[in-house]
């Protein structure tokens, strides 16, 4: 908005002083520094050389240039190479009237055009979801709502890798050392329950080969000769020629999982419009893979396994087929691919999957283009880091994870204590504080969740994420909650007709939280190129900052120029509505008391 009005009339400005026609990327603009007068600061730096005159010069003229021109453009200063320039009251205050009142400020309307199709989750169902697959889930469905808000046509879709030799160890276990149990009968909610499994037969493959092994085998023989180890491979034999009592066992275990995945999903506020089952996609992929063989892009081994040679790509050899016929994981991956894009044929394939698969997707791309598949230039891979806890990462065989459901018990429990000795829920019923503190607890986990930027590791640490002063969920939703309380106030003081606003005098604190509402749109822009949740949470924390700075510094309720009052009221409710969409874009709800 304002930046583009800056950029357009500066083009026109060199061209009109010095002949030069030059490019937008030529322009730098900086918010001007607090101690000096100015809304906006341009760089002229770079034209000196079509000037040919000097820093100061050269801003003077630019200067003058555009406050003769533009209107908007009150008046400006020049220090050294920098073009101070400070914009009219009467602007900010056309922007404020024409959006305050706009509930879906910020957002762009959706396009009819080709659809970007995002997955995220992909949990195995050998396990419950961890606190991994939790910044998965969070990045997922934060970065589908952010290209939403810019306008983009979003599907967001789930592949469940319900196959393959870990799906069969837990099964293994559990009619080895399950006798019969349930979840029902354990009281143990599904996933966890299968999960528990997949540990146990971790634990007896150890022992069984720390037996070999002492027997006078080496490790690495005794890892692929295992009893346990054999078992479950012929038991991945028999599931992919549908032997009945295998396919059986996998339903129902399966049954089981995906029960305690949607309680997990439900509460984590987490959806999706299509789920995939690896069980279903990875036939298609072994359909390509047959086809590739046949037309001389791929290469069979002697014992029979199919590989794509990538060596010209300065990579080495992808294996597609193991030599008994079953299939990897990229296998299911090129034959989801292609059926993603038949059905929608999307502007993009985009999958959330963490930086330890970055040499997966690369080769995904590869071997799809030597398919002669020209969508394979549409897969992007959204690469984020891991997450830690202080005693280090986890392991999901050895049972070290950090169980989602229990993550979210543990912040809530934390977010009542602490909003307790706050003396936050005075007055709120319950129901109303329970609610208050699974807003603020879920708030918390989002926010230290995705205010990262995705491509770093991230130290998870819940009690730093559940506090009210800081760039925390808690602190911005303390902030939404004031500004609503000062809004139900401004009934009692005759204030609450704030929809009609009248010319008054802008403090600077004012036209600065002004400017910070004036750029939520092109924030969500930014946030939805770059794939970064992070530039939404640091946008709001910014903002909330201003709020707080300008409520600091000025009166609202007990404001004597009522003009000024009503505009003061009407602007924190604007300001109030930025965070709450703001905050929506990382499924993150604001509470009105607290």
Known sequence: MLEQLITSNTIK????LYGVEIKENLISLQNTRPDIEGDITLVVFPFLRMSKKGPEQTAEEIGSFLSENVEEIESYSVIKGFLNLVVSNNYWLNFFNENAVIPTYGYRETKDEDPFVIEYSSPNTNKPLHLGHIRNNLLGWSIAQILKANGRNVKKVNLVNDRGIHICKSMLAWLKYGNGATPESTGIKGDKFVGDYYVRFDQEYKKEIATLVEGGMEKEDAEKNAPLIKEAREMLKKWEINDPEVRSLWEKMNAWVYEGFDVTYNRMGIDFDKIYYESDTYLLGKALVEDGLKNGVL??????????????RNLDQKLLLRGDGTSVYMTQDLGTAEQRYDEFHPQKLMYVVGNEQNYHFDVLKIILDKLGKDWAEKIHHISYGMVELPHGKMKSREGTVVDADDLMSEMFNTAKTTT???????GLSEDEANGLFRKISLGALKYFMLKVDPKKTMLFNPAESID?????GPFVQYTYARIQSIIRKSADVGLNNYSIQHNVPLERKEKELLKTLSQFSEVINQAA???SPAVIA??????????NSFYHDFSVLKEENKDKALFRVALSAFTS????NGMALLGIEVPNKM
């Open 299 to 312: 290469f069979k081994k002697d014992d029979n396994s199919i590989w794509c040679d990538l060596e010209d």
């Open 468 to 472: 009210f002063n800081g760039n925390t």
């Open 13 to 16: 400005a060199i061209q009109k």
């Open 420 to 426: 307790e000795e706050l003396g936050k829920i005075d």
């Open 529 to 531: 190129t770059t794939f």
């Open 538 to 547: 640091n946008y709001i924390y910014s903002l909330v900052k201003e709020y």
């Open 577 to 580: 509505l930025v965070i709450k």
